[in-house]
Nanobody, 118 residues
Framework: VQLQASGGGLVQAGGSLRLSCAAS????????MRWYRQGPGKQRELVAR???????SYTDSVKDRFTVSRDNAKNTVFLQMNSLKPEDTAVYYC?????????????WGQGTQVTVSS
């Protein structure tokens, strides 16, 4: 199983970016899909999660600005980020709770850099 993230980049404050993360491999089903981020000198934090049935949750600092969603048919999770702030600058990682031929475990994507300039 592999998770491939894309969509990061450089954007000015107030701008928007959309991250995508596609899971591939011998997958039976995916439960929770999550986005984490790790800013410079900071610990990795959970930003948003979406269950298989579409239940979502967010860390307080991104509520009303970020929207997490998923396409179960394509094993893909998205993170729409609006009204970006310099403090959103971080490497963003996707994570998924996967049941695959090899069993059940969490998988991580490779990370995608988001840089927000002031």
């Amino acid at each position: 199983v592999q998770l491939q993230a894309s969509g990061g980049g450089l954007v000015q404050a107030g701008g928007s970016l959309r991250l995508s993360c596609a899971a591939s491999g011998s997958i039976y089903t995916i439960h929770d899909m999550r986005w984490y981020r790790q800013g410079p000198g900071k610990q990795r934090e959970l930003v948003a999660r979406v269950s298989r049935l579409g239940t979502v949750s967010y860390t307080d600092s991104v509520k009303d600005r970020f929207t997490v969603s998923r396409d179960n048919a394509k094993n893909t999770v998205f993170l729409q980020m609006n009204s970006l702030k310099p403090e959103d600058t971080a490497v963003y990682y996707c994570n998924a709770d996967v049941i695959a031929v090899s069993g059940r475990r969490d998988y991580w994507g490779q990370g995608t850099q988001v840089t927000v300039s002031s």
